[in-house]
């Protein structure tokens, strides 16, 4: 009996990936992902992608998403080592923790919704990322978001954004140059850690807070000008010289 259920497992393994569409719905939301082809259309009418729903998908390298989807909960995408771009749609307004970590063959990113909250290390490495596009309004970058995107040369932050959180752009080695947006407030702790090709730093008027080590280790960066709206920096926000 166990020989013939090994048997039947590798039979259905090795079907074509046109025969594997396995994806577990319930109501509207998409629990499980069994489905081992490189193209996979999600329906509309689906408004959740649950918690490690394609966790590991390595076959995976494209996937479409419906325009109804709202919420991409926590390691949904973790660890789909081909995928290769993600379009978020506009209706949707939670990415969770974790989401995208891991899917190291991700060169662009597209999210859309003003009103979007990306969970903690949602993007983390993704080391391929070279093509990051945000939208306007939103307000937060949270910690760890873009942690280890080694690929990333620059990126345009959102005109409202408030706070870029700890370690949001940590160890992204080819990031040259940042422009912080005047309705910054906060840079918080490590945020720019390890940015070594890091060249170019703009700060504008409104920043209040710099905080610990926010540009350690960026080796190459021999300047900043910190702006007179600054009121606090926790010691020296770089490890290669204080500003």
């Known amino acids: 009996m166990k020989d013939r259920k090994k048997l039947i497992s590798t039979m259905i393994r090795d079907l074509p990936a046109e025969a594997m569409d396995r994806l577990t719905i319930e109501n509207d939301r998409l629990e499980k992902c069994e489905d081992n082809g490189k193209t996979i259309q999600v329906d509309e009418g689906i408004t959740t992608i649950c918690h490690r729903a394609f966790q590991g998908r390595r076959a995976l390298h494209h996937i479409q998403l419906p325009a109804t989807l709202r919420t991409i909960e926590q390691e949904a995408f973790r660890g789909c080592a081909n995928l290769e771009e993600m379009e978020i749609p506009a209706a949707t307004t939670r990415i969770c923790d974790s989401a995208f970590r891991d899917c190291v063959s991700m060169r662009r990113l597209v999210v859309e919704n003003d009103r979007v909250k990306i969970g903690e290390r949602a993007f983390e490495n993704c080391a391929s990322l070279e093509s990051i596009q945000l939208p306007d309004g939103m307000t937060e970058i949270y910690g760890g978001v873009f ?25 992204c ?15 918080d702790d490590l945020t720019f850690n390890g940015c070594t090709g890091l060249k170019s730093v703009t700060l504008n008027n409104g920043l209040r807070k710099i905080g610990k080590s926010a540009f350690k280790n960026c080796r190459m960066l021999t300047r900043i000008e910190i702006p007179e709206s600054v009121a606090f920096i926790d010691n020296a926000p770089s490890g290669a010289a204080s500003p």
């Open 173 to 187: 080695e080819g990031l040259e140059e940042i422009v912080v947006p005047e309705n910054v407030t906060k840079i």
């Open 147 to 171: 942690n280890s995107c080694k690929s990333l040369r620059s990126i345009c932050l959102p005109q409202h954004l408030t706070i870029l959180g700890e370690s949001a752009f940590s160890d």
